[in-house]
């Protein structure tokens, strides 16, 4: 992951947490014709990639962002990209003591190949939704 891309995704992380948006939100920014919708109706929040390319989603509660240490992943076989049109649904994420929490960080990101042909995770995005 390039220094861009790490500090890319801090910033959206720090943006993400300055306060709650609405439960239903589009992005646009990442690419396609459509963008990402994600919607939170208990007890799931689905989300729905209207991109014209793969997406990798990560899912958490923001109190458990906090603390938690994790890595972006674009090995298909560990971990199922969202394809264009599709959607998936995920539970309400619960904190480190297991309960649900109020907002939850939807991160995603696109398998880029860089100039050196090695393919990196990249094009990081995220939002807050209230649950």
């Known amino acids: 992951m390039t220094l861009k891309s790490i500090a890319l995704l801090m ?3 720090i943006l993400g947490c300055s306060g709650p948006q609405s439960t239903a939100v589009e992005d646009t920014e990442l690419g396609g014709d459509g963008g990402l919708t994600v919607v939170a109706v208990r007890p ?3 989300i729905t990639n209207r991109t014209t390319q793969e997406v990798f989603v990560f899912v958490v509660g923001r109190e458990a962002l906090a603390a938690i240490n994790w890595a972006p992943c674009i090995d298909r076989s560990r ?3 969202l394809a264009p049109g599709a959607s998936r649904r995920v539970p309400y994420p619960a904190n480190l003591t297991g309960r649900v929490e109020r907002e939850a960080s939807v991160i995603w990101w696109r398998a880029i190949r860089g100039s050196d042909w090695v393919v990196r ?5 995220s939002v807050v939704v209230t649950l």
Not at 121 to 125: D, L
């Open 11 to 13: 910033m959206t992380i």
């Open 44 to 46: 799931e929040i689905t």
């Open 79 to 81: 971990c199922e990209p």
């Open 121 to 125: 995770p990249g094009g990081f995005r």
